[in-house]
C-alpha cells in the first residue's frame, strides 16, 4: 500500500475556494476507488467524493455542484476542489483509497485500505 498525503487546507471566509491534494507514494492507476472524507469536531467521520478507477465521481448531497474531485494518474495525485465554501465545511479533510475489494466507491470508512494524515480546511462566516 502507498502513503498518501494531503496538502492545501487552509483558512477561508465564506464564498472562498480551496484545492486539496493527495499525493500517493506509488501508482494510482490502478486503485479501485479514492475517496475524501472530514471530521468536524464531536462528529464522525463522513464521505465527502470519492473517484472510481475510470474517473466516475461520486458526491455527497451537501456538497454537489460545490467540490469536484479529480485525479492525475501521471502525477499520482488526487485532488479536491472546492468552491463556493460554507462554514460547515470545515473539518479535517482526509483522502482515503481502495485497493481491494469491490471495483466501485463506497461510502463506508471501513471499506477504505488507507489513509493521508489529514489536512484542516476552516471557513469563517
Known amino acids: 500500500q502507498a502513503r498518501l498525503v494531503e496538502s492545501g487546507g487552509g483558512s477561508v471566509q465564506a464564498g472562498g475556494s480551496l484545492r486539496l491534494s493527495c499525493a500517493s507514494s506509488?501508482?494510482?492507476?490502478?486503485?479501485?476507488?479514492m475517496g475524501w472524507f472530514r471530521q468536524a469536531p464531536g462528529e464522525e467521520r463522513e464521505f465527502v467524493s470519492g473517484?472510481?478507477?475510470?474517473?466516475?465521481?461520486e458526491y455527497t448531497d451537501s456538497v454537489k455542484g460545490r467540490f469536484t474531485v479529480s485525479k492525475d494518474n501521471a502525477k499520482n495525485t488526487l485532488y479536491l476542489q472546492m468552491y463556493n465554501m460554507k462554514p460547515d465545511d470545515t473539518a479535517i479533510y482526509y483522502c482515503?483509497?481502495?485497493?481491494?475489494?469491490?471495483?466501485?466507491?463506497?461510502?463506508?470508512?471501513?471499506?477504505?485500505?488507507?489513509w493521508g494524515q489529514g489536512t484542516q480546511v476552516t471557513v469563517s462566516a
Open positions: 482515503a483509497a481502495r485497493w481491494y475489494g469491490r471495483s466501485y466507491c463506497t461510502r463506508s470508512v471501513a471499506d477504505f485500505d488507507g
Open positions: 473517484i472510481e478507477r475510470d474517473g466516475s465521481a
Open positions: 506509488s501508482a494510482i492507476v490502478n486503485i479501485l476507488c
